[in-house]
């Protein structure tokens, strides 16, 4: 299920590059006036028309590749799980071993030495 999610992330995130691209690539609707005085639009890429057909089909199949992976994320991100109970119910006996008992020698810490006012002012300051 991972493997699944994270291609569809994938192909979402390559989706919208490719859409923005796309509409970056596209003229605006005040070029056309400059490309019907004849600014260069003849030697485009495409060719006087086909640049605007082929740009807009492309991004509308972009963008339904883009939604198609929308959903299918939310599809995925609202599976519930069916395993019920908490984390302790799913060990397995061999893990429920209890440790070993300390014997009371190492229960214990040894108790830590008080600090003098020479060393507890000298902890706070900054080596240089």
Do not use: C, W
Not at 2 to 21: D, E, H, P, R
Not at 42 to 66: D, P
Not at 74 to 92: F, K
């Amino acid at each position: 299920m991972n493997t699944i999610f994270t291609v569809v992330i994938v192909i979402q995130v390559l989706s919208a590059l490719t859409i923005i691209g796309l509409v970056l690539l596209q003229h605006g609707k005040g070029a056309d006036m400059g490309a019907a005085f004849g600014s260069g639009a003849s030697g485009s890429l495409f060719g006087a028309t086909g640049s605007s057909n082929f740009l807009s089909k492309s991004t509308g199949a972009a963008a339904a590749v883009f939604f198609a992976a929308t959903l299918a994320l939310a599809y995925m991100g609202n599976q519930r799980s069916t395993i019920s109970g908490g984390v302790m119910d799913r060990l397995s006996p061999a893990s429920m071993i209890a440790p070993p008992a300390s014997t009371p020698s190492e229960a214990t810490p040894a108790p830590a030495a008080a600090p003098t006012p020479e060393t507890q002012g000298q902890s706070n300051q900054i080596p240089k």
